[in-house]
C-alpha cells in the first residue's frame, strides 16, 4: 500500500519528530536501566504526507500509541519514537531511508507501509541491517529478494488477490469484470493476480497514471460501460479509485467498483461523494479494527481523538513486537532481528511468527471484505476464502 497534508519542503525532508527523551529515569526498573535495555529507537517509515497520507497516519499512530504506553509501564521515556516521512514515493524513499541508517540508535523499522517505496528503501535497510516490519506492503516478490531484515505482518497478495476474485464471483457472481491498475508495484501486482484468478471472466483491462497524477478517467470510465462490465476490480489507493468511482456514477454505470487495502479509507468517499461510494468494495488482509483485542480501540480513540483505522492495530503489534524483543536484551539490530526469526508473539490483531522469508506464518492469515457505508466508512462484510 500510500493525502491531505502538504508535502515535505524540499521533497526529502524528514520528519524526526522525537516522542521522548533517550532514556530510563530513576522511576523506572533498575534492571531495565542496568542492562542497557533503554535509550534505544524504534522509527516509523512512511507516508506522513502525499497523496496517499492516510493509509500512513493510521499506521503511524498505532505504531507510536505503543510505544507511548510501553513508556508509561516503565515509568519513564525509555525508548523513542523517531518518524521519517517517506511520502509514500518510491523516488523519495532511498533518500529518507539513508538518513535514517546513520542514527546508530535505530534498532527497528515499523514500515515501509507500501510496496513501492518498500522496493526503494528495503535495500538500504537490508545493508544497514536494521530489521523492519511492514504492517501492510503486499507485493508478492518482496519477500523473494533474500533480505534478511524483511518481515510482513499481514498476507501478500498471492492471498489477497484470491480474496478478491473469490468475492467478484461467489458473492457477486459476477460473469463480466473489468480490471484496471495504476501501474505501482502495488497497484499492478494485486491486480495482475485478481486477472489470473479470475481468467475468462475478465473482459477488458485498463491503466492509469499514479495516484494524485490523474483527475480525469473519462477514458477508462467510457471503456468500463462499453465492455457490459458489472464489477470492475481497480488496483490502487483510494484518491484514484475515489473519482472513478464518482465519474462511473456520473455517466450511469450501475456495476460495483472493487479494490484492496489501498482503497480502504474514507479519502474514498470524500473523492466520489458518499452517494457514489456506497457499495464499493475493499478487501483487506487484517481484521476490522474494531475487533481489536484488549483495551486498543478505546486507547486509540482517547489518543487520538479518532477511531483506529486500515492497519492501526498490525502497527500497534508490530512495534510491540520490537518492544518485547528489547526486553529480552537485543539491544542491537542484529540481535532483534534474530529475535525476529523466531518470535510467536500474540498480539491485539493477530498472532506474529514468520517464515525464512519474511513472511507471515500461514496459519495466521486472513482477508476480509469491508463495505462503504452512506457515511463513507468501510463496515467489515465478511471474511473471504484466501483458495
Not at 542497557?36 to 504526507?49: D, Q, V, W
Not at 498505532?62 to 515509568?75: P, R, V
Not at 456520473?250 to 484492496?260: E, F, R, T
Request: aromatic share 8%; charged share 20%; glycine share 12%.
Amino acid at each position: 500500500m500510500r493525502q491531505v497534508l502538504a508535502r515535505a519542503i524540499g521533497g526529502l525532508a524528514v520528519i524526526g519528530l522525537v516522542a521522548g527523551a533517550a532514556a530510563c529515569n530513576s522511576s523506572s526498573s533498575s534492571d531495565d536501566s542496568a542492562s542497557g535495555n533503554c535509550g534505544y529507537k524504534i522509527a516509523f517509515f512512511g507516508a506522513l504526507t502525499g497523496s496517499a497520507a492516510n493509509l500512513g497516519v493510521n499506521i503511524e499512530q498505532g505504531f507510536e500509541l505503543a510505544i507511548n504506553q510501553y513508556n508509561t509501564k516503565k515509568g519513564s521515556k525509555c525508548i523513542e519514537v523517531t518518524k521519517f516521512d517517506s511520502q509514500g514515493e518510491p523516488a523519495v524513499a532511498p533518500g529518507v531511508a539513508r538518513n535514517l541508517v546513520a542514527d546508530k540508535k535505530i534498532l527497528g523499522i515499523v514500515g515501509p507501509p507500501f510496496s513501492g517505496e518498500s522496493e526503494a528503501a528495503d535495500p538500504i535497510f537490508e545493508e544497514a541491517g536494521i530489521p523492519t516490519i511492514t504492517p501492510s506492503a503486499t507485493r508478492v516478490s518482496l519477500s523473494a529478494n533474500g533480505w534478511k531484515t524483511f518481515h510482513r505482518a499481514v498476507a501478500n497478495d498471492d492471498s489477497q488477490g484470491p480474496a478478491a476474485a473469490n468475492y467478484i464471483k461467489d458473492v457477486l457472481k459476477a460473469q463480466k469484470v473489468f480490471v484496471a491498475d495504476d501501474q505501482s508495484a502495488y497497484g499492478a501486482g494485486l491486480a495482475d493476480v485478481v486477472k489470473k484468478t479470475l481468467g475468462s471472466a475478465v473482459v477488458k483491462t485498463d491503466k492509469t497514471e499514479a495516484d494524485g497524477k490523474q483527475t480525469d478517467f473519462s477514458a477508462v470510465v467510457q471503456r468500463v460501460v462499453s465492455s457490459g462490465a458489472t464489477a470492475m476490480f481497480y488496483g490502487g489507493y483510494y484518491q484514484n479509485a475515489g473519482l472513478i468511482r464518482k465519474q462511473l456514477t456520473a455517466a450511469g454505470w450501475k456495476g460495483v467498483l472493487l479494490g484492496g487495502d489501498g482503497m480502504k479509507d474514507p479519502g474514498l468517499a470524500k473523492a466520489a461523494g458518499n452517494a457514489a461510494a456506497v457499495g464499493t468494495i475493499v478487501t483487506c488482509p487484517c481484521s476490522p479494527p474494531e475487533k481489536a483485542g484488549g483495551t486498543f480501540v478505546a486507547d486509540y480513540k482517547k489518543q487520538w481523538n479518532v477511531d483506529a483505522g486500515t492497519y492501526s492495530d498490525v502497527a500497534f503489534d508490530a512495534a510491540n513486537v520490537f518492544l518485547a524483543g528489547i526486553d529480552a536484551g537485543n539491544t542491537t539490530p542484529d540481535k532483534l532481528n534474530t529475535y525476529l526469526s523466531t518470535a510467536n508473539y500474540t498480539g491485539i490483531a493477530n498472532t506474529y511468527k514468520w517464515t525464512q522469508t519474511g513472511e507471515l506464518d500461514p496459519a495466521s492469515i486472513k482477508v476480509w471484505a469491508f463495505k462503504f457505508d452512506q457515511a463513507g466508512n468501510t463496515i467489515a462484510d465478511q471474511e473471504i476464502k484466501t483458495s
